[in-house]
Every structure is written in structure tokens, then in C-alpha cells.
């Protein structure tokens, strides 16, 4: 048996017994977004003003970044960033090493390197560079909350070129909402396989409850902190 008929057996085992408590937590889920998203808009938004104005003066473009994402059950969308490459910069980079990533399943210690994000990526501007590493970037994706289209905690969406590579078992892990942050963002972010991250990213759909949404949401600034960058 492949390992990706095996985790697509184990899923379709424990769904069925994981699907009822799921189901009554997410009128509860959809609430602590709402409450979350608001309540950390209004605290970061003197935050976020600077931010743009920075990104305006710093180079010359949108402020924001819309980025074509796929969200639960396959759906795309449009998620929101603060801009943090040079205006019109080419996708082909990233793409070309993200296919790598998922086709040969590489770990960072095949990349010589710790992590498994694109180094020495020239597109991206010096205050950029602050952003991602602080994942400020991410925060306009408090409004992609607020439209129903995120969660504050879920697995993060990925983009086209990533979803059309993806099996059928790792398609799971958009059978909820894609989030801000995450089990896999606070646990082991850029540092294993594409396989591994799926596999993270099964676990918190299976045990997806308020417990584990607030202890991922506590420990979400800690990793902010640590500099491990978004996704």
C-alpha cells in the first residue's frame, strides 16, 4: 500500500467518528474569528497604518497584494497581503521551487539549509524582508476572516500551482476553512517535507476544538517572534 493510500484509509476511518464534534464546533469556530479578527484589527491598526505608509514610501506600487489562493472544498480566492515584493515581480521563481518541494518531497536538509523557504529570493524589498520574517504581512488577512473566506486558525491555502499537484489525500486537509496560522505554523513552520506538513495539517482537521484553535492562537506570537516567516 503507497503511503498516500494509507493516510487516505486512515482519514476516511476516523472521519466518520471526528465528523459530528467537528460539525457542532463550527458555529463556535465562526464566532472566535469574528471576536479574534475584530478585536485584533482594532489593535493593530495603528500598526497596519504604518505599515502601509512604509510600503508606499519604500517602494512604488499597491500597498496591498492580492494573491489568488484555494480555500475550503477547492474554492479560490482572493487573499490579502501587504506587499512585500517589488511591483509586477514574476511568480515563476516561486513556482518553480514550491513544484520542487512537493515532487520530490524535500526536506531542508536536502536544501543544505534549515528551512524550506526560497533564499536569496531579489524580489522582495528590504522592508519586505522585516515583514515575512515577522509575518507582518499577513495581517490584512484579518478581512479575509471577516468575509468568511479564512479562519483564524486552519490549514494555509495553497496557491493554484501547488493545489493542482496535490493527491487526493492531501486534498483533506481543505475540507475546513484555510487559516491565518495553524498546528503546522506553530509547530514545525518551513522546516519538513510537503508530506509532513499535510500529515500536521490532517491531525488539526481531525482534532480540530476550541482547545486546541486557543492553545494554537497562544502560541502564534511566540513563532511571530521567533522570525520563522509566513506562507
Not at 486512515?10 to 467518528?17: D, I, K, V, Y
Not at 508530506?195 to 486557543?214: F, H, N, Q, T, W
Request: proline letters at 6%.
Amino acid at each position: 500500500m503507497s503511503l498516500a493510500e494509507a493516510h487516505a484509509r486512515q482519514l476516511a476511518e476516523e472521519q466518520s467518528h471526528n465528523l459530528l464534534s467537528g460539525e457542532r464546533y463550527l458555529p463556535a469556530k465562526r464566532m472566535l474569528d469574528l471576536f479574534v479578527a475584530v478585536a485584533l484589527l482594532v489593535l493593530f491598526g495603528p500598526l497596519m497604518l504604518l505599515i502601509a505608509v512604509g510600503i508606499k514610501v519604500h517602494s512604488p506600487g499597491p500597498i496591498l497584494y492580492r494573491q489568488n489562493r484555494i480555500g475550503k472544498g477547492g474554492r479560490p480566492f482572493d487573499m490579502l497581503k501587504f506587499r512585500s515584493m517589488r511591483d509586477g515581480s514574476a511568480s515563476n521563481p516561486h513556482r518553480k521551487h514550491v513544484q520542487r518541494l512537493i515532487r520530490e518531497n524535500i526536506w531542508p536538509r536536502d536544501l543544505g539549509s534549515t528551512s524550506l523557504k526560497l533564499r536569496n529570493d531579489s524580489r522582495i524589498t528590504g522592508l519586505g524582508r522585516i515583514l515575512r520574517a515577522l509575518s507582518l504581512d499577513e495581517l490584512p488577512q484579518f478581512i479575509n476572516v471577516l468575509r468568511g473566506e479564512m479562519s483564524i486558525v486552519g490549514p494555509r491555502p495553497p496557491l493554484p500551482y501547488e493545489f493542482d499537484l496535490y493527491d487526493d489525500w492531501a486534498k483533506h486537509r481543505l475540507d475546513v476553512l484555510p487559516g491565518i496560522t495553524g498546528l503546522w505554523q506553530v509547530t514545525a513552520r518551513n522546516q519538513v517535507s510537503f508530506e509532513e506538513m499535510v500529515r500536521i495539517d490532517l491531525a488539526y482537521v481531525r482534532k480540530m476544538s476550541p482547545g486546541l484553535d486557543l492553545r494554537i492562537i497562544v502560541l502564534t506570537p511566540l513563532e511571530m517572534l521567533r522570525g520563522r516567516g509566513g506562507g
